[in-house]
């Protein structure tokens, strides 16, 4: 069935559309102040709409936890389910780009591979490959979390970051850290200042008392650590000429992915 309209009125197809770009100019605009928070007025004024029009749009996100809105300071800023929508498409994203060489590591150590990325205040494993040895060490699997600090790759993903945002992310997680081998605040920090001085994490031990992992931070082209790859095999495996092998192996095959 053809939708008539009468002349100077919009469709309904046309009505949806305009509220679609709409609503994504407001939540762009949110991005733009989400550190501050953003007033009702000022985002009407960015985004040049009537600010009742910008009140309802908000409103509805709101319910939708895409927009969290605070009564107090009456700021808006963007919602926690809208980070969790971009940290699945992140995820779907590097775990595509990285898969090749998660592959090609575990084919040329046969160990264990797997790759995290930074979730909040977690190390969050998106992707596992196995190699061919026959003794595997699976510690972590797809979709495992462990507090910033705690493991291979989530201490690779912690010890080069800011330190200030390092030691937020610590502060964070202290009442986590005992649950795991009774670790400290003082613990973690003293294995991050080692990771700093070695260059790459190395864990022995602290899950599985005959395993050994290695775990490499992954920067973007602005320098940022966007994922870390943990290699991690049993103890016998691990003498320390082959930790630094499986270091460079892990770099040469990451090299022409870092300019992403």
Known sequence: MTEHVKPGRKSNAQQGAQ??????????????YNET??????????????????RRILQVLVEENLVAYDGISKLYYLGWDLYLLGNSAQQYSIQHKFRPSLENIAKRTQDTVFLLIP????????????????IKTMLIGIGSRRPMGIGTGSQALLSFI???????????????????????????????????????????????????????????????????????????????ARREEIVEIIREEIADLLQW
């Open 162 to 240: 800011d330190q200030k945002e390092a030691e937020k992310i610590i502060e964070y997680n202290s009442s986590y850290y005992g649950a795991y081998n009774g670790m400290t605040v003082e613990d973690v920090k003293s294995i991050s200042r080692e990771t700093k001085e070695r260059g790459y994490a190395v864990t022995d031990g602290l899950f599985h008392k005959d395993a050994v992992s290695i775990g490499v931070p992954i920067y973007d082209a602005s320098n940022t650590i966007v994922a870390a790859i943990t290699v991690s095999a049993i103890r016998s495996r691990m003498s320390e």
């Open 119 to 134: 979730s909040c205040n977690d190390a969050l494993c998106v992707d596992v490959v196995q190699g061919s040895y026959p």
């Open 37 to 54: 928070g953003a007033r009702l007025s000022q985002i009407a004024r960015k985004a040049g709409l009537h600010i009742t029009t910008v």
């Open 19 to 32: 509220s679609v770009h709409r609503t994504a100019a407001l939540l762009k605009i949110l991005a733009q």
